[in-house]
């Protein structure tokens, strides 16, 4: 059987030889999928869509080159010889800065990252407190290829990450677009809204914070377009349409490495992730890390809370059942009481305004959320991290946020997602 050629770049592959119209249509069809409540769809209850969103073009014969590993298997599983052309050649780890020491599991990481199996394109997933921007910052120490660009979704992520580098990386200058301004650099972090706002658009995914648009659109899309490496923190957003419409602008990067924790839900979703970013390259466990005592074991308790009697929509029963629940806002009361008696640390987790400015009047405690000026979370946080207060009510602290101080974190949200739950636990490891 001849060989099939593919045409490799950092956004797009191209499949340059001859394959019947049966293996094409094979492609598109296994790779696509159903969005989550497309049956709600007027197209599809007309009976004008089937449903599925397709990922390969039988047009062009073109998919993102985040498929790229997907394809290859795919095709090879058909009995194709293949071969990719234009691949990104493999570098080796050389540390420059001498300010930082890489755990084993760490440098694993890095130099899978340098490997470059799928062009560039890849997943590191690692738990919350591994030192992911680390791994990062690494990549970056060893190959100084610049500009390079690390997205982020909050202010408060932009500066905690933004320290790092600054303290990792020796003669680098690190910059950041983030609230309205543009200060670029050879490192820079980039909050996804402002990026996504130097396109004229308005970030409308839940669960981020707005930020004023950028100063100097140009500057921002100058970047994207010019950036060498690209990093996403917490990749697993890229199942909405910003982070993606983002990371498909940095076009000439010759490494885009995703990081998470919780990648995937396990959906029919989950291959927007993988076509944007690639395949996970390096996983490192829980496990792993407790036993080699880079994290704490955690001590989940759940309390199993009397049933309610509700009814109406969706919100309206989670008014009832969390916000409004005299019970579950008694027992939060009665477990805070204890932590605080004790001279411990916690936040209390919460996904609405209401719920956040309830339990805060009732616990007698600060609150934190994403209407804070970015000033004000800076300060509450720094507190928190340094026990001047010992509980803080919060919609913020479900990604990333870094208090190592903490004792304790009360998810008071509900639902089911894998990942938000996981994301939660990042607290107090």
Not at 310 to 319: D, L, M, N, P, R
Not at 324 to 350: C, H, M, P, W, Y
Not at 401 to 423: A, C, E, R, Y
Request: proline share 4%.
């Amino acid at each position: 059987m001849d060989k099939i050629v593919i045409s490799f770049t950092p956004n797009l592959c191209t499949i340059e030889s001859f394959l019947s119209e049966e293996i094409h249509q094979y492609l598109y069809d296994i790779l696509s999928f159903r969005p989550t409540g497309f049956v709600f769809s007027n197209k599809y209850t007309n009976g004008g869509w089937d449903g599925y969103n397709h990922l390969y073009s039988l047009k062009t014969h073109r998919f993102r080159s985040g498929l790229l590993s997907k394809v290859v298997d795919l095709l090879k599983e058909k009995g194709f010889d293949l071969q990719v052309t234009n691949l990104p050649l493999p570098t080796e780890f050389h540390q420059k800065s001498n300010t930082y020491e890489l755990r084993p599991y760490q440098l694993e990481a890095v130099e899978a990252i340098l490997k470059r199996s799928w062009g560039g394109l890849g997943i590191v997933k690692a738990p919350m407190r591994s030192g992911k921007t680390t791994i990062a910052a690494a990549v970056i120490d060893s190959e100084r290829k610049f500009p390079v660009t690390f997205f982020v979704r909050s202010l408060d992520l932009l500066r905690q990450t933004k320290s790092v580098f600054e303290n990792l990386l020796e003669g680098v200058s690190v910059g950041y677009v983030g609230d309205g301004v543009v200060d670029i650099k050879d490192v820079n972090v980039v909050t996804v809204q402002s990026a996504y706002s130097a396109y004229g658009k308005k970030c409308d995914d839940p669960g981020i914070p707005d930020e004023k648009e950028v100063s100097d659109k140009f500057a921002v899309k100058k970047l994207l377009n010019n950036s060498k490496q690209v990093f996403g923190d917490e990749v697993h957003h890229l199942q909405g349409k910003t982070s993606r419409f983002i990371f498909e602008k940095c076009v000439n990067a010759n490494l885009k490495i995703g990081l998470s924790g919780t990648p995937f839900r396990n959906v029919e979703e989950d291959i927007l992730i993988e076509r944007t970013i690639g395949p996970i390259i390096y996983e490192v466990s829980f496990s792993t890390l407790i036993q080699g005592g880079w994290i704490l074991k955690p001590y989940i308790y759940m309390y199993k809370l009397p049933k309610v009697p509700v009814e109406g929509t969706y919100q309206s029963i989670y008014k009832q059942a969390v916000v409004e629940n005299d019970f579950l806002i008694q027992l939060i009361k009665k477990i805070v009481d204890r932590i605080v008696s004790a001279g411990e640390s916690t936040v209390v987790q919460t996904d609405l305004l209401k719920h956040t400015k309830t339990l805060g009047k009732v616990l007698d405690c600060p609150t934190l959320t994403g209407k804070d000026s970015s000033d004000y979370r800076e300060e509450m946080i720094n507190k928190l991290r340094n026990k001047e207060i010992l509980c803080l009510v919060s919609t913020l602290f479900e990604e990333g946020i870094d208090t190592p101080s903490l004792s304790w974190t009360i998810n008071t949200v509900g639902g089911l997602g894998i990942v938000p739950v996981f994301q939660k636990m990042r607290s107090i490891t």
